[in-house]
């Protein structure tokens, strides 16, 4: 495990605590303030940002962060966050933003469900550097597998 710009503090602590006890996908914790989810990949990040949460300055606890997640996280402004599982790309977005990282375990992608390809949100955003464009590529990505399950 390694630590990149992470003071860990209080709100850390709990977020990652909370995670670790199971049954979460995401941690979020400022003060007494706490928000859990349960949904699957960038599900539970898209959620708040179209509900227009307020989480910024929250620390966050996240199972998965790849390059999708790690620019929701930005546009989120979420100032920390630990992850078991962290894609380089994704890492690298955080950091440049300013976002304090801590990670059990780094990969170079986050592979797909079926482990026999990118997961479509990594593939969707590796070549975008913006999180507006990324968010507008996430969105877009969501439709098109939407679409193709029907």
Not at 7 to 32: M, Y
Not at 61 to 88: E, M, P, Q
Not at 139 to 148: D, V
Request: aromatic share 2%.
């Amino acid at each position: 495990m390694s630590r990149r710009g992470l003071t860990v503090d209080a709100d850390s602590a709990r977020a990652r605590e909370l995670l670790l006890a199971g049954g979460k996908t995401l941690v979020l914790v400022k003060g007494e303030d706490v928000i859990m989810r349960t949904e699957r990949g960038v599900s539970p990040l898209l959620g708040l940002l179209d509900a227009n949460a307020d989480v910024r300055g929250y620390a966050a606890a996240d199972r998965a962060v790849g390059k999708a997640s790690a620019f929701l996280h930005v546009l989120l402004g979420t100032r920390s966050v630990y992850t078991l599982l962290i894609s380089r790309p994704a890492e690298e977005v955080l950091l440049r933003h300013g976002v304090a990282v801590e990670a059990e375990k780094r990969v170079d992608n986050i592979l797909n469900r079926t482990r026999e390809g990118l997961c479509p949100m990594e593939e969707a955003t590796l070549r975008i550097e913006d999180p507006a464009a990324a968010l507008a590529a996430i969105r877009a990505r969501l439709l098109a597998l939407r679409t193709e399950g029907k």
